[in-house]
């Protein structure tokens, strides 16, 4: 079993162990097929992220407002896999399931705070398409790339800030008994039921948390496309269909994204949730959406693709002016 280590903090003795073992799934037969799988997803996520970010660095006419929140959004998702799906990998295919102490809450940290960048940035998405629909002759003016930078790394602070908090109540507690993580990762809830003194600051925050990653979130994007439908119901119905479409992979991002973590929380408060169902439920809502972002969002809309021609162009002349220059 983990060893213990004990910290003494202003006068109150808090016994933290040396190491948590994280149990991932029990008993299901053949559960490295489904590891397989999340090493496929990564490789797709880093391949479509990377790309995406690539392109919008490249092609100038892409350094907009609203690129910049795409661009923020591709690389949360790829900081937010690269965090996770490596070290579950390295954890239950190699079985290295110890994990120490200070490592498990800097874990819990990333994790937390890339999920919950990925809910705001699509928040800012949805104000961008609010205002785009709602205040057309205005948006150039509103939406500018100050503005968008100053909320993005809002966003960021406030996150990193109420994160850290979380985490550091973890540091408050004592653990003298199971030292079994029932999860795939340091997950926070998980982690403060082992200990042994009083968590109820711990369930405060776990609901704080809840509420500022998918509950507020959730409310303003729903509060937003309220406003737009009102907006669309005005005008003629080919501008309709217009900026409906440009609505509709934003809509479908907001679905993958909140849908999995709604439907799992409601389940746990309202009835019993096995834990391997559990564990399935939040690795798929972790990874999933960071692989099909950039595919929905981005890779199908007109600007990228244009952008990516204009990219393969630049390339082919380059490649036949150096082989030019080779040959003479």
Same mark, same amino acid.
């Given at each position: 079993?983990?060893?213990?280590?004990?910290?003494?903090?202003?006068?109150?003795?808090?016994?933290?162990?040396?190491?948590?073992?994280?149990?991932?799934?029990?008993?299901?037969?053949?559960?490295?097929?489904?590891?397989?799988?999340?090493?496929?997803?990564?490789?797709?996520?880093?391949?479509?992220?990377?790309? $995406?970010?690539?392109?919008?660095? *490249? +092609?100038?006419?892409?350094?907009?407002?609203?690129?910049?929140? #795409? /661009?923020? @959004? %591709?690389?949360?998702?790829?900081?937010?896999?690269?965090?996770?799906?490596?070290?579950?990998?390295?954890?239950?295919?190699?079985?290295?399931?110890?994990?120490?102490?200070?490592?498990?809450?800097?874990?819990?940290?990333?994790?937390?705070?890339?999920?919950?960048?990925?809910?705001?940035?699509?928040?800012?998405?949805?104000?961008?398409?609010?205002?785009?629909?709602?205040?057309?002759?205005?948006?150039?003016?509103?939406?500018?790339?100050?503005?968008?930078?100053?909320?993005?790394?809002?966003?960021?602070?406030?996150?990193?800030?109420?994160?850290?908090?979380?985490?550091?109540?973890?540091?408050? $507690?004592?653990?003298?008994?199971? *030292? +079994?993580?029932?999860?795939?990762?340091?997950?926070?809830?998980? #982690? /403060?039921? @082992? %200990?042994?003194?009083?968590?109820?600051?711990?369930?405060?925050?776990?609901?704080?948390?809840?509420?500022?990653?998918?509950?507020?979130?959730?409310?303003?994007?729903?509060?937003?496309?309220?406003?737009?439908?009102?907006?669309?119901?005005?005008?003629?119905?080919?501008?309709?269909?217009?900026?409906?479409?440009?609505?509709?992979?934003?809509?479908?991002?907001?679905?993958?994204?909140?849908?999995?973590?709604?439907?799992?929380?409601?389940?746990?408060?309202?009835?019993?949730?096995?834990?391997?169902?559990?564990?399935?439920?939040?690795?798929?809502?972790?990874?999933?959406?960071?692989?099909?972002?950039?595919?929905?969002?981005?890779?199908?809309?007109?600007?990228?693709?244009?952008?990516?021609?204009?990219?393969?162009?630049?390339?082919?002349?380059?490649?036949?002016?150096?082989?030019?220059?080779?040959?003479?």
């Amino acid at each position: 079993a983990p060893s213990f280590s004990t910290a003494i903090i202003f006068n109150a003795t808090f016994v933290h162990p040396a190491k948590f073992y994280l149990s991932g799934f029990y008993n299901i037969p053949h559960v490295k097929y489904f590891y397989v799988f999340l090493c496929f997803v990564y490789i797709m996520t880093v391949v479509g992220n990377c790309f $995406l970010l690539s392109v919008i660095y *490249l +092609v100038k006419t892409l350094h907009t407002p609203k690129y910049i929140i #795409v /661009f923020n @959004l %591709a690389f949360t998702d790829l900081c937010g896999s690269t965090t996770l799906i490596p070290k579950v990998l390295d954890t239950f295919l190699f079985d290295r399931r110890y994990i120490v102490y200070e490592a498990c809450l800097s874990y819990m940290f990333f994790v937390f705070v890339f999920a919950g960048m990925q809910s705001w940035t699509l928040v800012t998405m949805a104000y961008d398409r609010f205002i785009a629909i709602c205040f057309p002759l205005r948006y150039h003016s509103i939406v500018t790339k100050p503005a968008i930078a100053a909320m993005l790394l809002f966003s960021w602070f406030c996150l990193s800030s109420v994160i850290a908090v979380m985490v550091g109540f973890i540091n408050r $507690l004592s653990f003298c008994g199971s *030292l +079994v993580v029932q999860s795939f990762y340091c997950d926070h809830s998980p #982690v /403060f039921r @082992l %200990a042994c003194n009083d968590t109820s600051i711990n369930v405060v925050m776990a609901w704080i948390v809840f509420i500022i990653l998918v509950c507020i979130p959730l409310m303003l994007i729903s509060l937003t496309y309220v406003c737009i439908s009102i907006a669309l119901a005005r005008i003629a119905s080919a501008e309709r269909l217009k900026a409906m479409k440009t609505c509709t992979s934003h809509l479908m991002l907001v679905a993958i994204s909140f849908l999995p973590v709604l439907g799992t929380n409601i389940t746990a408060v309202s009835s019993y949730i096995h834990p391997n169902a559990r564990i399935i439920n939040s690795t798929l809502t972790h990874t999933i959406p960071a692989m099909l972002n950039p595919i929905i969002y981005s890779l199908k809309t007109e600007e990228v693709l244009n952008s990516i021609r204009k990219l393969c162009k630049r390339y082919r002349l380059s490649n036949t002016t150096l082989s030019k220059k080779v040959t003479s």
